[in-house]
């Protein structure tokens, strides 16, 4: 059985208004046997679509190594962008060494309402995936469940947005689809991709993100 567990501490500060919220990166960033163009930093690998999207977006002009000049671009973005990064699962356990959600067992989670109430500031939760069985909004939902918190939905179209009340003030929760590839073909599946496909057929998953994300990253 392999131990999964969280190699980054959550990047948060006083100033942090919207937060990522993910479950586990890649198990070989626990035995640090990184990939050519893996960074090591939170979503730093090579396979997520996550800092290729924000990258596109902000102009960043990202390069995608493994050094300290790349890990401190993406610290300084998150600053100056008032971004933070709390993944929900602390540890877990694995029979297969992969990063899928569905296969870990003993999870623990972080304590993700205290990092709430700690941080003041932050008003913006942003999942990396939606409601899937061990997802970070799987989790969430049953964190509040338990603390008998009503988890109201706003929005039902893609990305979906709830909101609830903690520690005195709202906090609004938006569902990016994942920036895992393993997502594309729920992606093909959304009828607003196929109307792009339609008139653009170069129209590709990859834009369907930057399109998406750009509406929840450059809102105010």
């Not at 990047?11 to 937060?19: A, C, G, Q, R, S």
């Not at 899937?132 to 338990?146: A, C, D, T, V």
Request: net charge positive; hydrophobic share 30%; proline share 4%.
């Amino acid at each position: 059985m392999f131990h999964h567990f969280h190699p980054y501490e959550p990047f948060l500060n006083i100033n942090t208004k919207k937060i990522i919220v993910g479950t586990l990166p890649p198990p070989r960033f626990c035995t640090k046997e990184y990939k050519t163009n893996d960074v090591d930093f939170c979503y730093g690998s090579s396979d997520g679509l996550l800092w290729k999207t924000l990258d596109i977006i902000f102009n960043l002009n990202l390069e995608y190594k493994n050094t300290k000049e790349e890990i401190e671009k993406r610290k300084e973005f998150l600053i100056s962008q008032k971004i933070g990064v709390c993944d929900i699962v602390n540890t877990c356990k694995r029979e297969k060494v992969d990063a899928s959600d569905l296969g870990m067992r003993d999870i623990e989670l972080r304590d993700i309402l205290g990092y709430l109430k700690k941080f003041k500031t932050i008003e913006t939760i942003i999942f990396t995936g939606g409601n899937s069985k061990n997802g970070p909004e799987y989790f969430l939902r049953q964190i509040l469940k338990k603390e008998k918190i009503e988890f109201t939905q706003v929005s039902n179209e893609i990305p979906k947005v709830h909101s609830f009340f903690f520690d005195h003030r709202k906090i609004q929760t938006i569902s990016l689809t994942s920036p895992s590839n393993a997502a594309n073909r729920f992606i093909g599946s959304n009828s607003h991709y196929k109307e792009q496909k339609m008139k653009n057929p170069n129209y590709t998953t990859f834009d369907f993100r930057v399109e998406q994300y750009r509406k929840v990253f450059l809102e105010e």
